[in-house]
């Protein structure tokens, strides 16, 4: 198990205690490496407090277990509109979207897919993408990252609050003041120094 993995397990609990869902643990390389904690309410909301707090309670944790040696950066953040993909339910969550894809190891002689998805195939098991006429099938074990790519159409589905489980606090604006041509929010992130 990695160090990711690691601390992934050991803040989950806490992480979900206070009513989050964890995206994602990344822990960068370096003299100061970033530890990156990607969460979000289950709704798809996340806000600077929310940022601010599951910060402070993961660096409780973290202080107790020292899983990292030296200094480091903690960010916690949320996933953003143009998200990565990283479970399964993603995959199906957001069919009809433009994403990229990019393998561990080649297949069908390639490591990168960029088109529509599609969802999962009938056994929940490959990716389907749609790159122009042909439709791939891509196991998921392969899948080194994913993420959704932005486009119009993805920006115009999060401004009106239809994309499943994401940006849904920007319907607590009326959908008419966000047809201004305003962007989209931004991934939103709380950054500090820790460790020793």
Known sequence: MDAAARIADLIAPSVEAMGFVLVRVRLGAGRRPVLQIMAERPD?????????????????ILDVEDPITGEYTLEVSSPGIDRPLIKADDY??????????????PHETRKRFRGRLLGLDAEGTRIRIQDGPTVFEVPLRLVREARLLLTDELIEASLKGRLPGVLKGAEAQSTDSRDDGSAPPSPIAFTEPSGT
């Open 44 to 60: 798809g909301t996340m806000n600077v407090e929310d940022c601010a707090d599951l910060s402070r309670a993961v660096s409780a």
């Open 92 to 105: 199906v969550r957001f069919a009809g979207f433009d994403a990229k894809v990019e393998t561990a190891v």
